[in-house]
């Protein structure tokens, strides 16, 4: 069966450090992945998502980016974090299967920046 | 406008009780239409997927899709404590509408349910 990881579940830091998360997929190949934010009581806002290695799409501009080393590996990283930054990312995955995909989240990371 | 309006609650209903959550969109091209449901700090977990318009029941959960009038619906029967988390509709368009939409989802806020005994 098909899992995803993510890590690490909570991070605080302080404005202007760097930011890495990464999250992997087990079971399967070849996935569509995806880093969402969600800021407390809103809902999930699409940062970058991926349909292959090294090809990454960015929905909106600011100040993080996002890298595909390897197959089944998604990485969400800045360089310096700002205030506006802190909230809640989900990694996320779709196997492309079909017409249907449907759409499967890890576990999230709580980024507070101080 | 929001392509996806979803009332955030918080809605409060004793155990036992039907619950009726909602979202409204603008964007007659969507054709994949899901609910989430996430309980705090953890990632969201799909909970009904519908294509098109119609219902979809799933246990004490029921799923409706009216395109006509751009709304959705999830009814949740029986309502139980464990049921309470925040609930999230999402939608997209059919992967024949553009390549740069394939795949990808677009949320509602939310609504945050919190079932009593």
């Known amino acids: 069966s098909q899992t995803i990881h993510q890590w690490p579940a909570t991070l605080v830091q302080p404005v202007g450090s760097p930011l890495s998360l990464e999250c992997t997929v087990e079971g399967t190949s070849n996935p569509n992945l995806y880093w969402y934010r969600q800021a407390a009581g809103r809902g999930l806002q699409l940062l970058f998502y991926s349909v292959g290695i090294g090809q990454i799409s960015s929905e909106v501009p600011q100040n993080l980016s996002a890298s595909r080393p390897q197959d089944r590996q998604f990485i969400l990283s800045s360089k310096k974090l700002l205030l506006s930054d802190s909230g809640f990312y989900l990694c996320?995955?779709?196997?492309?299967?079909?017409?249907?995909?449907?759409?499967?989240f890890g576990s999230g990371t709580q980024l507070s920046v101080l | 406008q929001k392509e996806v309006e979803q009332d955030p609650g918080p809605l409060s209903v004793p155990e036992g009780a039907i619950v009726s959550l909602n979202c409204t969109y603008s964007?007659?091209?969507?054709?994949?239409f899901m609910w989430y449901r996430q309980y705090s700090r953890k990632g969201p977990e799909l909970l009904m997927y519908?294509?098109?318009?119609g219902n979809k029941e799933d246990g004490r959960f029921t799923a409706q899709v009216d395109k006509s009038s751009k709304y959705i619906s999830l009814f949740i029967r029986d309502s139980q404590p464990s049921d309470s988390a925040t609930y999230l509709c999402?939608?997209?368009?059919?992967?024949?509408?553009?390549?740069?939409?394939?795949?990808?989802?677009?949320f509602g806020q939310g609504t945050i349910l919190t079932v009593h005994p």
């Open positions: 999402a939608m997209r368009l059919d992967a024949n509408a553009g390549g740069t939409s394939y795949g990808k989802l677009t």
């Open positions: 964007n007659s091209a969507f054709q994949y």
């Open positions: 996320a995955w779709d196997p492309r299967w079909g017409r249907d995909e449907k759409l499967f």
């Open positions: 519908t294509y098109s318009s």
